[in-house]
Every structure is written in structure tokens, then in C-alpha cells.
């Protein structure tokens, strides 16, 4: 008999499963009834928090199997450190393909791994265990984005042709954790980070409503990186000391600044470009998701700062630093831009909403792993391009073992 409610496993208790837990409350037909973190503290805290907003009776469990074994648990969101990725679809294979386990689908944060080799391990894993498989890029769920494309394509593209370029940032002051700033760990700097929503968004804005992917073959990636602005003296003692001494931007950075442009072609050969722009070093408000697409008569713009709501405080409101109004806010007084709600905006919900109906209607979702490796393959041709100076055509030789140099700890932009 098919499910009429999902039982909801996450793995990885940290800051974005409390973005999920939070955007539940917009999810029907699914409750989160486990959190699994190494970190029992983490583990206890998500679960607290999805108890006290009504979305699901969770608990925390010791392992990955044994939250995967508890039949109430139909589906897995991976939301643990890009380090983990592999060792987590693993453990969730080995728990299925023993038998321990029987699950319908897993969910997976970006990235889907650090480099190509590990995004395919993913999806081989996936395919091996027989689940259905959801990538968890919001931004292509994001109201604005899927509304601005609908009345895009619609109204302008439908009468002037479609569009031709889509320009997409995304950019902050720094991640929030130590282990993202470690090229070893999360797999390179920015780029790695926070390019793969934007070349994804990108290219969904690009793409017609409803035509698959392979309707635009990516012809070539030219990128640039560099660090200029964690690798300066006394900033990275800041990393260094928030890292207990482990990070060192001096001798091993990783890049702080990235652009890419993707060259896209369609079947009859007509052109459509990329570009993105992503740093860790955009000190305002707090996070900036930006894009903007071209067209012959048309053009269209989003500025996740350009909200609403805006507060201000004068000089003598002297309150605690806080992430309260914005996401990676880095003030709390003057005239303040406040995003009234991140989990909607950002496309959380709907993201979600996406995956459990998917899961439950036994359908593979339209955003999943396949997407997941694609981004990483055009990720890791960027940072082919940025490491050789030149235009890559794509797909490159060698992209399948390709590891960046950022990523082995093997990059200094000071010591070219
Ligand atoms: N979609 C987005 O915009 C977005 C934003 C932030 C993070 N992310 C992605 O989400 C993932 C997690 O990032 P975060 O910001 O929550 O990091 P975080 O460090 O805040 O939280 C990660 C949590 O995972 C736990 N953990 C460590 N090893 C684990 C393991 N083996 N199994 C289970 N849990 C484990 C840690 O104890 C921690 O509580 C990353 O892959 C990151 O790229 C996506």
C-alpha cells in the first residue's frame, strides 16, 4: 500500500538542518522523526527545535543504520559536512543492501561530493541501493526564481525569443564553521561552495519550463580565482584562532573570490552563456543572492537584499551580534534589510515540498543526484580553467580524477 506520510531521518544536525527543520512547517505529508549527529548535543538541539515548532516527534539516533533500520524512518536528508558525503551514502547503502534497512529515497546537500570521483560514487550508491534521490539545491526551488522564470518564458521568451545570458552571485562574509575554510575538507573555497548554486540557477533560468537538462550542452568553462582578502595578515589570524590553530590561510588559503563563465549551446547550435561571480569576501548586510537574465526584449532581476522589510537602529542600540535578520548578518544597527522569511525565500519549502511529494508518488525528483554531478563536473572544469588560465573546453580530459589544487592543500596564489 503507497505511504500517505513520510517519516523524515536527517543526518547532520548542524546549521542547515535547522534551515530544513524551520522550513517544515510549509512541508505536508512528512514529519521529521530523527536527527543523527556525532555530536549528541547538535542532535538533541535539532530535535528540540522540530518538537517545539510542531513538525515532527524527533529523536536522536546513535548511527546512521539504526535510524535508517527504525521502520517510522521512509527517507534520509544528508545534511552532514562535504567531507562525510561518501562514508554517509555508504553506511545507507550497506544498512539497504543488507537488509537491515528499507527506505524510498535520500536527499543530498550541496555538493554532492568534493570532486567528480565522489559525486559519481553518490550516485552509484544511490542506484545500487534502489533509492530514489533528491539533490538539495534550493535556489532553483526559490519563489522568485521559479516565478521570474515562469512569467519570463511566458511573456517574453515566448514573443522575443528566449534569453541569452543569466548572471548569477552569490556572496558573503565568510562561512560559519571552521571545516568549509579547509580546501581538504569541503573541497575547495568559494568556488566549491557557493558557485554550485549559482551555476545551477543559472542554468535552470536558461533552460525552457519543462525541457530537461541535456537541452543545453555546456561547450566550454573559462574561471578565475583568488583569495583577496583572507590571506592578508590579520585575517587569517581570525581563522586561525577561530580554528584553534588549524587553519592556515598564510601557507595553505583557499580562494575567496571566484567568477566562471559557462558557454552553453542548444541542439541547433544557438549560443547561451553563464557567468558567476561568488565571494566570501562581500562585507554588507549580510547574504546577497543576486541574478539577472538577458533576453532580446526582456530582462529580468533579483536581489535577496532588496527586501521589504528594513529596520533601523541608531548608534545608541548597542544589542548583541546575532543572525536575526538576515542570513550571515554582519551588522546590528542602522538601516538593516531583514529577509521576513529565509526558509520560503531561499526556496526551502518548496524545495522540500518537492522531494517528499516525489518520494511519495514513487517518482525520481527533478532536481537529483544526476544534477548533482553535473554541477560538479563544471565546478571542477572551473577549477581546471582557473589553475591553467585559459578557456576549458567541456568536458575536459582527466575530469573524472581531477582533484583541484586547493582541494590537496597544494594552492598559494601568493606564492605564484
Ligand atoms: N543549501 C545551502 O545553501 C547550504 C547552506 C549551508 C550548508 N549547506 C551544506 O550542508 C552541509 C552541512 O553544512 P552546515 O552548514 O550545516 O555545517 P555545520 O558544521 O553547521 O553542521 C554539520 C553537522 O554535521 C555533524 N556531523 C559531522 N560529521 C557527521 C557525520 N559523519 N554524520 C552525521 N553528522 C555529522 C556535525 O556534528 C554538525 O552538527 C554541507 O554539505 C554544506 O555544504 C548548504
Not at 13 to 41: M, Q, Y
Not at 150 to 158: D, H, L, N
Request: net charge neutral; aromatic share 8%.
Amino acid at each position: 500500500m503507497k505511504k500517505k506520510n513520510l517519516g523524515i531521518g536527517i543526518i547532520g544536525g548542524g546549521f542547515i538542518a535547522r534551515f530544513h527543520i524551520r522550513s517544515w512547517v510549509g512541508v505536508r505529508n512528512a514529519d521529521i522523526l530523527g536527527i543523527h549527529d556525532p555530536d549528541r548535543k547538535r542532535a538533541e538541539e535539532a530535535c528540540a527545535l522540530a518538537n517545539s515548532l510542531g513538525v515532527g516527534e524527533a529523536k536522536p539516533y546513535k548511527t546512521i543504520t539504526e535510524m535508517a533500520a527504525d521502520p517510522a524512518i521512509d527517507a534520509l536528508w544528508i545534511c552532514a559536512p562535504n567531507y562525510t558525503r561518501v562514508a554517509v551514502m555508504e553506511e545507507i547503502a550497506q544498512a539497504i543492501g543488507t537488509g537491515k534497512a528499507e527506505l524510498i529515497g535520500v536527499t543530498c546537500e550541496k555538493p554532492l561530493g568534493r570532486n567528480v570521483a565522489e559525486a559519481r560514487k553518490m550516485l552509484e550508491l544511490v542506484r545500487k541501493a534502489g533509492l530514489l534521490d533528491g539533490y538539495l539545491e534550493n535556489q532553483v526551488f526559490a519563489p522568485a526564481v521559479t516565478r521570474g522564470k515562469e512569467i519570463v518564458w511566458a511573456r517574453g521568451a515566448a514573443i522575443a525569443g528566449p534569453p541569452y545570458l543569466a548572471r548569477a552571485a552569490e556572496e558573503h562574509s565568510g562561512p560559519h564553521m571552521p571545516w568549509f575554510w579547509e580546501g581538504t575538507l569541503q573541497g575547495g573555497g568559494v568556488l566549491n561552495d557557493m558557485m554550485c548554486h549559482s551555476v545551477e540557477e543559472a542554468r535552470f533560468m536558461l533552460t525552457p519550463p519543462g525541457a530537461p537538462r541535456e537541452t543545453l550542452i555546456p561547450t566550454s568553462v573559462t574561471a578565475y580565482i583568488n583569495c583577496l582578502k583572507w590571506q592578508a595578515p590579520e585575517y587569517a589570524k581570525i581563522l586561525s584562532k577561530n580554528s584553534k590553530g588549524k587553519t592556515d590561510y598564510l601557507k595553505r588559503p583557499a580562494e575567496d573570490f571566484a567568477r566562471s563563465l559557462v558557454e552553453y549551446k542548444d541542439k541547433k547550435g544557438k549560443i547561451s552563456i553563464v557567468e558567476t561571480t561568488t565571494s566570501w569576501c562581500y562585507v554588507g548586510a549580510g547574504l546577497r543572492l543576486s541574478l539577472e537574465l538577458l533576453g532580446p526584449e526582456y530582462s529580468l532581476q533579483i536581489n535577496s537584499l532588496d527586501a521589504g522589510l528594513k529596520v533601523f537602529f541608531s548608534r545608541r542600540v548597542q544589542g548583541k551580534a546575532g543572525e536575526d535578520l538576515v542570513e550571515k548578518q554582519n551588522a546590528e544597527i542602522g538601516l538593516m534589510p531583514v529577509v521576513a522569511d529565509e526558509a520560503t525565500e531561499y526556496g526551502y519549502i518548496a524545495e522540500n515540498r518537492h522531494m517528499v511529494q516525489s518520494f511519495l508518488k514513487g517518482a525520481r525528483p527533478e532536481e537529483n543526484f544526476s544534477d548533482g554531478l553535473n554541477v560538479t563536473e563544471l565546478l571542477m572544469t572551473a577549477y581546471m580553467s582557473a589553475e591553467q588560465g585559459k578557456t576549458v573546453p567541456f568536458p575536459p580530459p582527466g575530469l573524472e580524477t581531477f582533484v583541484p589544487a586547493v582541494a590537496r592543500g597544494a594552492w598559494n596564489p601568493k606564492k605564484k
